[in-house]
């Protein structure tokens, strides 16, 4: 018997002697999320002692944490399987030979019978089904599973809900699990769950870990520092990655075979893995092509000596036949993280080209091949690894792909193609001929806000930071409405005299003069007996606005039956022309469907005019009374009531003649069994004819509202749909949205009290049918909060569509305005200035160039400041530094603007010889240097230069004996200071700038020579040589000095030695 000793070496020598050929044969998982069942280290521990073990593995499994484990029945032989590329685990699904590149028969290699696991979360009703609950559910959904299975060919064994494992058979492999159209509610799978493979994880947990060990020392040629994406881009897009490519193949029916850049094919194979097998790397690189549909590889998975392949790219001019979707060279080391989707940073070593290209698009009559899980067609920008988002331009620039926004007829197919194109936010003052009409921006926006301006105003001071701002809210009484609801009628009518108006465009004008007449019938008090309001009002006001309507003195309790009154004629004019087109299409013989039209609007004595016109004497005195007392309606329905108790034959009196019978007795809606009417007629009906005659206004608005909630009223649509519709309407969709005179009753009622419905008023489809036209919606929002009918201060989208709808017409000190009349908002307290100082920075041509708009700028109390320092940009931007540093030096912004001047100015304006600009300038920051920094290496240098040179000049500072040696002393701090400005501002100093320096230390030192008399000491002379010698100025200068300086010295020598 051998010893246990000797039998340890004997192992040992064994072991040693077949390392190479066992690390030969031993299957690769670089995985790091992967496992296998026996481990790796274990599969070497065998094949060490029982030689042929990894050719006859019994129920060998591999298995990924999260997302399932397959167990290959009997024995199997694993030896030099790559079991990255074989088996791959996605959510919901197992692929072993995916592409089929190297897929043995049935029964060889991993092509064979086997159990697989899947981890599979679902949810049953509204609850995750955890532990059996809801089994009729879970029931239903076991035959889902079953079902799913027998359709791919393999047999369900079970699913259990508490771990969330679903089991089944296979007789041999491709792809097994969920698709996308499988009407099943899954749950994402949380990869870093090792919970849910339940008793798996715990089986393996140990081996995994002592596999990670394994890999290290079987494995020595794979790449610490390799990256690789983890996932498909399929997958990372939610899509499925089998339709993916169906639908690849579709737009690039020839991706298996693509030409190179010489016209040779290139067939996409497995090369690349290939070649890395053979030269003992194992590594595995992400391919795009036909038949990939997802993939894992892991971070480590990356080969130096990778060969490199192309996908050449689908929109290359130069391949139009034979296109794929991507250029991807493997860059040899590099060590990029792994990304989500694929981006240029995959490209890393492929040059960077620009070419002009058309794109492509889908058929949209084509079917495509996507499920429901996601019906999207990703475009080229898309499958290229580039992604691009919508951007917004100045005034108005909008870049995007996709179809163009104003083509209606363009088809539904995404393009890789990019739009440029302009949002009209200036459509409402151009004409049919889209010319700009100047004109319509003074009656739209400037006559209105300069209206707006000449009202009372209440001012709220703000402080940001140090400066303020006066916000400005408009107060206005209701005795005071009625002008100023004629003033801005007055400025609709105005444009109805502009020549090249569209039809569409009068029709809005009209519908705003209704509008504004509206507001003043519904919102306007009389003033009370002995008051006046405001008795200093401008007398330009009286002259802009019509003369005051003096109404007599009425009692309080008349106010709603004048208020009725007032809202019956205001409804009588707006439908009168919808009344007259009826009757126009009416045939002049049936004289009673004339008679009904004229009721509808309310035209009693026209409709009387007529019945006795045709002898119809008795309905003539039935007319004349419509709408009147609640007895005369009373007695009309007796009578209708009468007759049908009395079994009258109701086909010998015409239909119409009975349509106006339940007309005039207060059944509206029996009239109007087989008529359609707009709703404002309508609602006229119910308050004429209906609703007794003294019913206050808020109860007939209620008593629509309540009939629309049960659908037994039109509803009252904007009136560009309601008309027409309008040729510029068509094909909008309004959104749901109500007319804007709606509203107004609403709001009359009380009745728009909710947030939606405010803001829904108060936007522009309510009142036109251009969504960027907010001018008079702004300009009736402002009216109704003035007189306290209106109380909600969030309409901050509304001010900001004006405000950019004014600068795009320019006007920038209006959008100004407009924003100082936005809200304070606590949780925003700098808003107004961020966007006024924004406004000033970006429209500084704009306001800069009209002195009237700067000056009305002024007068609001725009802190001067922002303004200059709007302009030292704009100045700046353009190279125009000396006004840049005006306009700094305006707005006190001290530092830059000594930065500017250290570098751009000063040294210009030394060399022009503009000495007295540079004295000014410096001498406005020395009072601030405390803010400056680097004072005294700056600005400071020119104040001391000039300074120390005017004391050279005045001849009585040179009477002194002792003068020379403290001006040698000032000259060489002066130098020094130099210096060290040279040092501090360094490479920002322009070559000119140091030129300034050479010529002021060239300057000072022919001074101080100059000074250098018989009657100075030598060495006092050969001090100040050595000063000036010291000095940074050029060479040749400096030679002339030293050539001074070698004379006294050999002058004081010949003394010396004499």
């Known amino acids: ?81 790559k079991l990255d590329q074989v088996i791959q685990f996605n959510q919901q699904e197992v692929v072993v030979y995916e592409d089929g590149y190297g897929k043995p028969l049935i029964g060889m290699g991993l092509n064979k019978a086997a159990e697989v696991t899947l981890v599979l979360k679902v949810k049953v009703g509204k609850d995750e089904v955890i532990g059996g609950q809801n089994n009729l559910e879970l029931e239903k959904l076991r035959m889902k599973l079953k079902g799913v299975n027998e359709r791919q060919g393999a047999r369900f064994i079970s699913y259990d809900p508490s771990s969330h494992q679903w089991k089944f058979l296979v007789p041999h492999f491709s792809r097994f699990g969920l698709d996308a159209e499988d009407d099943i509610d899954m749950v994402p799978i949380d990869n870093n769950n090792q919970q849910e493979l339940g008793p798996i994880v715990k089986e393996v947990s140990q081996d995994v870990n002592e596999e990670d060990e394994m890999r290290m020392d079987v494995s020595p040629s794979a790449g610490p520092s390799g990256s690789a994406l983890v996932h498909s881009l399929p997958a990372h897009l939610g899509l499925d990655p089998l339709k993916m490519q169906e639908m690849r193949m579709l737009m690039f029916q020839n991706g298996e075979e693509n030409e190179d850049e010489n016209g040779s094919l290139v067939h996409k194979t497995r090369s690349s893995r290939k070649e890395g097998a053979d030269g003992g790397v194992h590594g595995s690189v992400l391919q795009l092509s036909a038949k990939k549909s997802s993939h894992n590889v892991s971070p480590n998975n990356t080969s130096s000596n990778s060969s490199p392949f192309k996908i050449l790219s689908p929109l290359s001019p130069s391949l139009p036949n034979k296109q794929a979707l991507l250029d991807y060279i493997s860059k040899s080391g590099s060590a990029s993280p792994p990304r989500n989707i694929l981006m240029i940073g995959q490209n890393k070593g492929t040059p960077t080209k620009t070419t002009k290209v058309k794109g492509f698009k889908l058929d949209p009559k084509h079917e495509t091949p996507i499920g429901t899980r996601s019906n999207i067609i ?125 039809r569409a465009e009068r029709t809005i004008l009209m ?160 009239a109007l069994l087989d008529s359609e009417l707009d709703w404002k007629r309508h609602l006229g009906l119910l308050m004429w004819y209906h609703l007794p005659p003294d019913t206050s206004l808020p109860v007939i608005v209620q008593t629509y509202q309540q009939l629309l909630h049960e659908g037994r009223a039109p509803y009252p649509i904007p009136f560009y749909v309601d008309e027409g519709p309008l040729e510029e309407a068509t094909g909008l969709n309004f959104g749901g949205h109500f007319d804007l005179t709606y509203y107004l009753m609403l709001l009359h009622a009380n009745r728009a009290n909710s947030t939606a419905i405010l803001k829904t008023m108060f936007s522009s489809p309510s009142s036109t049918y251009d969504a960027l036209d907010y001018h008079m919606i702004w300009h009736q929002r402002s009216v109704l909060e003035a007189i306290g009918a209106l109380d909600y201060k969030d309409f901050y989208v509304l001010d900001m569509s004006f405000v950019s709808q004014l600068l795009c017409l320019g006007q920038c000190h209006l959008a100004i305005y407009v924003v100082l009349h936005m809200p304070q908002h606590d949780d925003h307290p700098h808003l107004h200035a961020s966007i006024i100082r924004e406004i000033l920075f970006q429209y500084c041509e704009t306001w800069s160039s009209h002195e009237m708009q700067r000056k009305f700028i002024e007068d609001l109390g725009i802190p001067s400041a922002w303004m200059h320092e709007a302009l030292a940009v704009y100045y700046q931007y353009y190279g125009d530094l000396s006004m840049a540093l005006d306009h700094l030096l305006e707005s006190s912004n001290w530092q830059r603007a000594h930065s500017i001047f250290m570098t751009s100015v000063s040294h210009s304006l030394f060399l022009s010889s503009q000495h007295s600009e540079i004295w000014r300038l410096a001498i406005s920051m020395e009072g601030h240097k405390s803010e400056i920094a680097d004072w005294d290496l700056g600005a400071g240098i020119y104040i001391y230069f000039y300074l120390l040179k005017s004391s050279f ?106």
């Not at 094949?47 to 990924?64: A, I, L, N, P």
């Not at 018989?1014 to 010291?1030: A, F, N, V």
């Open 1 to 81: 018997m051998m010893c246990p000793m000797k039998k340890r070496k004997t192992s040992e020598v064994l072991v040693s002697r077949n390392a190479s050929e066992m690390e030969s044969i031993l299957p690769v998982l670089l995985a790091c999320d992967y496992y296998t069942v026996p481990s790796l280290s274990e599969l070497a521990a065998r094949e060490c002692v029982d030689s042929g073990y990894c050719q006859r593995v019994q129920d060998f499994t591999v298995g990924r944490l999260g997302y399932g484990v397959v167990k290959f029945l009997g024995e199997t032989d694993v030896r030099w399987l």
């Open 511 to 670: 519908h705003q003069v209704m509008a504004w007449e509206l507001i003043n019938v519904l919102f306007s008090e009389r003033e009370a007996k002995g008051s006046s309001e405001s008795a200093e009002m401008d007398d330009a006001m009286d002259m802009m606005l019509d003369k005051r309507v003096d109404y007599p003195d009425v009692e309080s309790e008349a106010e709603p039956l004048i208020r009725r009154s007032d809202f019956s004629s205001w409804l009588q004019e707006s439908v009168c022309h919808r009344v007259q087109e009826e009757m126009s299409r009416l045939n002049e013989g049936r004289y009673l469907e004339t008679i009904f039209s004229l009721l509808t609007g309310r035209q009693l004595g026209a409709a009387v005019e007529l019945a006795v016109d045709k002898g119809d004497v008795r309905m003539a005195c039935l007319l004349s009374q419509a709408g009147g007392s609640m007895v005369n309606r009373s007695d009309m329905t007796a009578q209708i009531d009468v007759w049908k108790m009395d079994g009258l034959d109701f086909n010998f009196i015409e239909k119409e003649r009975l349509k106006l019978y339940e007309l005039l007795s207060g059944n509206i809606h029996g």
């Open 953 to 1058: 000049e005045d001849e009585n500072t040179m009477a002194e004996f002792d003068s020379l040696e403290k001006k040698n002393d000032e000259c060489r701090a002066f130098f020094s200071r130099l210096k060290d400005s040279l040092s501090v501002w360094g490479n920002r100093l322009l070559p000119a700038a140091r030129g300034t320096y050479s010529k002021m230390a060239e300057e000072l030192s022919t001074l101080l020579s100059s000074r250098i008399s018989k009657g100075s000491t030598r060495s006092s002379q050969l001090s100040c040589l050595d000063t000036i010698l010291d000095a940074p100025m050029p060479e040749d200068i400096r030679s002339c000095h030293l050539q001074d300086a070698i004379s006294v010295f050999t002058f004081w020598l010949s003394e010396v030695a004499s």
């Open 378 to 502: 990703a475009d080229a920008g898309l499958f290229m690894g580039r992604s691009f988002r919508v951007g917004w331009g100045p005034n108005g620039l909008l870049v995007h792909s996709g179809t163009p926004i104003c083509d209606v007829n363009a088809s539904k197919g995404l393009s890789s193609i990019i739009h440029i194109e302009k949002v009209a936010l200036d459509a409402t003052v151009r004409d049919e001929d889209k010319k700009v009409k100047e004109d319509l921006i003074n009656l739209r926006f400037d006559s209105p806000l300069r209206l707006h301006r000449s009202l009372r105003q209440d001012i709220t001071e703000i402080e940001t930071g140090s400066f303020k701002l006066k916000l400005q809210k408009l107060v206005c009484s209701r005795s005071r409405l009625p002008e100023v609801c004629r003033g801005h009628v007055a400025f609709v009518e105005r444009q109805l005299d502009v020549s090249g108006l569209s």
